[in-house]
C-alpha cells in the first residue's frame, strides 16, 4: 500500500515563501509522475505544478508560473513544491498526489493520480 503525507505548510504574508514537501511510501518513487493540486474552499480542486517519472519534465499552471518550483528526490522519496512571492489567492489546501506511469507525460488530471495524501494547509494574508 503507498501512501502519501504532506508537510510544509503554514501561514505567511503576501510574498513570502513556502516549502511544501511529499513524501511517499512506497518501495520506489521512480515509477510515479507526482502531482500537487489546490483546493480552495468553494471551489474546484485545480492541479497547480507536477513532474514526471524521470524528473526531466514539469508542468506549471498559469496562475503558478514563475513564482513555484516542483522537485524530486527519488533516493529520499520525496518530491517538493518551493513556492515563491505568495499571493492571497495561493491560499488553500495542497494536496499531493501521485500516479503510475510509463511515458514523460507529466500528469495535471485527477483521474490520473492513483493515491492522494490529506493535504497541508496554506495561508497568505495580506
Known amino acids: 500500500q503507498v501512501t502519501v503525507r504532506e508537510s510544509g505548510g503554514g501561514s505567511v504574508q503576501v510574498g513570502g515563501s513556502l516549502r511544501l514537501s511529499c513524501k511517499v511510501s512506497?518501495?520506489?518513487?521512480?515509477?510515479?509522475?507526482i502531482t500537487w493540486f489546490r483546493q480552495v474552499h468553494g471551489k474546484e480542486r485545480e492541479s497547480v505544478a507536477g513532474v514526471n517519472w524521470s524528473g526531466n519534465g514539469t508542468w506549471y499552471s498559469d496562475s503558478v508560473k514563475g513564482r513555484f518550483t516542483i522537485s524530486r528526490e527519488d533516493a529520499k522519496k520525496t518530491v517538493f513544491l518551493q513556492m515563491d512571492s505568495l499571493k492571497p489567492e495561493d491560499t488553500g489546501v495542497y494536496l499531493c498526489a501521485v500516479g503510475l506511469s510509463h511515458t514523460d507525460y507529466v500528469f495535471h488530471e485527477e483521474y490520473q493520480m492513483d493515491f492522494w495524501g490529506q493535504g497541508t494547509q496554506v495561508n497568505v494574508s495580506s
Open positions: 512506497t518501495h520506489t518513487l521512480r515509477i510515479y509522475g
